[in-house]
């Protein structure tokens, strides 16, 4: 079955850098699309962008460009978001999602996730 | 941007109970509309997609509906493992959640 496995929590310190692994098993990895969302405490889940698997293209939200960066390493199986100049309001829960259709471009919906990890960014 | 909003923020209901969740858009949206549920300490699970078609696994009482602005979640009884939070999803935008307690 599919599985998306996560790295395990992290605290920063605010300016600093983290980087959220997933793995991925049970399904040919470059076929579909992973995207990383983050759910901070009482907040709705927000998406930060995608990673095409098979070429490397990514797409990222406006709210985090030039602070994120998605990598992956294909014959691993395993995605890589990079997010830096940390601070407190990224505290949160993130998570890496596979796109529900196959070879797609967009954030159509996520039918599998990681178990998320949480990140603390705390002085 | 295209806001979701949910209502009501909170359901109290009881096990046997139908419950019906609504998801409006700010603007017309395409069918992919998707809901999730979640619990306290897990991922969210893939419920529906493409606003009427239920994931792998998901059972028959769970059924979604809508169009254009208005789409709905209903959990035809539920069950004690129903009770949790439900968000809507449409492309890159999520709504922010009914919480169906107890």
Known sequence: QVQLVQSGADVKKPGASVRVSCKASGYMFITYTLHWMRQAPGQRLEWMGWINPGNGNTKYSQKFQGRITMTRHTSASTVYMD?????????????CARDGIADSWHEDWFDSWGQGTLVTVSS | DIVLTQTPATLS?????????????????SSYLAWYQQKPGQAPRLLIYD?????TGIPARFSGSG????????????????????????????????????
């Open chain 1, 83 to 95: 997010l830096s100049s940390l601070r407190s309001e990224d505290t949160a829960v993130y998570y």
């Open chain 2, 13 to 29: 209901l009881s096990p046997g109970e139908r419950a019906t969740l609504s998801c409006r858009a700010s603007q017309s949206v």
């Open chain 2, 51 to 55: 606003t009427s078609n239920r994931a």
């Open chain 2, 67 to 102: 169009s254009g602005t208005d789409f709905t979640l209903t959990i035809s009884s539920l069950e004690p493992e129903d009770f949790a939070v439900y968000f809507c999803q449409q492309r890159s935008i999520f709504g922010g959640g009914t919480k169906v307690e107890i």
